[in-house]
């Protein structure tokens, strides 16, 4: 069993920066692929970015490239996720989950889900 939870959401305004956490319990997290999703009122959880277990390969969502970087320390068993240049579009609940190794685009491919923490931009 995984347990996630995330932290560092918060109002930034338009431009501004967030650099969001995401712990994991259990002693699986460094054979685990970490994905960041997202999820506006009344619209789907849509992947963000997600990383492999040693970080050594990332994907990013077209909505996100160039303003996200995902990284992880597998010694504190957590995943970060830095945001910059963001927009009022990027406002939503941002989750954080776990698969086996790779990353994966499709979030029925995750086995763990953490929360979500709230993330809003002001224009």
Do not use: H
Request: glycine fraction near 12%; hydrophobic fraction near 35%; proline fraction near 3%.
């Amino acid at each position: 069993q995984v347990q996630l939870a995330e932290s560092g959401g918060g109002l930034v305004q338009t431009g501004g920066s967030l650099r969001l956490s995401c712990t994991a319990s259990g002693r699986t997290f460094s054979r685990s692929a970490m994905g960041w999703f997202r999820q506006a009122p009344g619209q789907d959880r849509d992947f963000v970015a997600g990383i492999s277990y040693n970080g050594g390969s990332a994907l990013y969502a077209d909505s996100v490239k160039g303003r996200f970087t995902i990284s992880r320390d597998n010694a504190k068993n957590t995943v970060y996720l830095q945001m910059n240049s963001l927009k009022p579009e990027d406002t939503a609940v941002y989750v954080c989950a776990a698969r086996p190794i790779v990353p994966s685009m499709t979030k029925q491919e995750y086995n763990y889900w953490g929360r979500g923490t709230q993330v809003t931009v002001s224009s």
